[in-house]
């Protein structure tokens, strides 16, 4: 069985920060990707940031230039670090790992619970 915990969320007012980590535990041979997505109320779950295993990185137009997302693969652990927030980012963010769990196993992706990010104006 394979786990995906975050935390880090909470609120902050404009222009201030916040770091979220997402850590798996269980059954893990390998993850590929790690992913960062949110969904705002009433708004379609979008990408935020996404890293590959050999550390490429992408980043959805809104946040490029504020938001680093990092991995340490050996703790198998996401890192998402949101400077200079707006209102705008406020929402629901999840983790998405794409991992397989044994050598010869396909792909599958895992979700975390979701932790809140709030942030005033």
């Known amino acids: 069985q394979v786990q995906l915990v975050e935390s880090g969320g909470g609120l902050v007012q404009a222009g201030g920060s916040l770091r979220l980590s997402c850590a798996a535990s269980?059954?893990?041979?390998?993850?590929?990707?790690m992913n960062w997505f949110r969904q705002a109320p009433g708004k379609q779950r979008e990408l935020v940031a996404g890293?590959?295993?050999?550390?490429?990185?992408n980043y959805a137009d809104s946040v490029k230039g504020r938001f680093t997302i990092s991995r340490d693969s050996a703790k198998k652990t996401a890192y998402l670090q949101m400077n200079s927030l707006k209102p705008e980012d406020t929402a629901v963010y999840y983790c998405?790992?794409?991992?397989?769990?044994?050598?010869?196993?396909?792909?599958?992706?895992?979700w975390g619970q979701g932790t809140q990010v709030t942030v005033s104006s």
């Open positions: 269980g059954s893990i041979f390998f993850i590929s990707a």
């Open positions: 998405n790992f794409r991992l397989r769990q044994t050598f010869n196993s396909r792909e599958r992706d895992y």
């Open positions: 890293i590959s295993d050999a550390m490429t990185t």
